[in-house]
Nanobody, 127 residues
């Protein structure tokens, strides 16, 4: 199983970025996936998650209404559209996957349970 990320970078406050995570070596319908972020000096947090096979979606309160998950089960791709970005969104963003039947709520709150991780994409929001 491999998760390959793309996207990220520097953006001004109020701007948008899109992160992509393409999985290989697994059947999307058997996995739950999520996006996590970690800012310097802070704990990793789940921000946008999909339950197994994309059946449910969950977002951290701080990103609701600004971030949107999109996925394609046939290419095992999960994308995170981030709009109206704020300086507080500055962090390294990573996608992750777990082979289990779990809800999106569980994924976002249990980063340590994830089986596979992408390489991380730095996102900096500033002028």
């Amino acid at each position: 199983v491999q998760l390959v990320q793309s996207g990220g970078g520097l953006v001004q406050p109020g701007g948008s970025l899109r992160l992509s995570c393409v999985g290989s070596g697994f059947n999307f319908d058997d996995y739950a996936m999520g996006w996590f972020r970690q800012a310097p000096g802070k704990a990793r947090e789940g921000i946008a998650c999909l339950g197994t096979g994309g059946t449910t979606a969950d977002y951290r309160d701080s990103v609701k209404g600004r971030f949107t998950l999109d996925y394609d089960r046939y290419t095992s791709t999960v994308e995170l559209q981030m709009d109206n970005l704020e300086p507080e969104d500055t962090a390294t963003y990573s996608c992750a996957a777990i082979k289990a039947i779990v809800s999106s709520w569980f994924i976002c709150r249990n980063a340590s349970a994830m089986h596979f991780w992408g390489e991380g994409s730095p996102v900096t929001v500033g002028s």
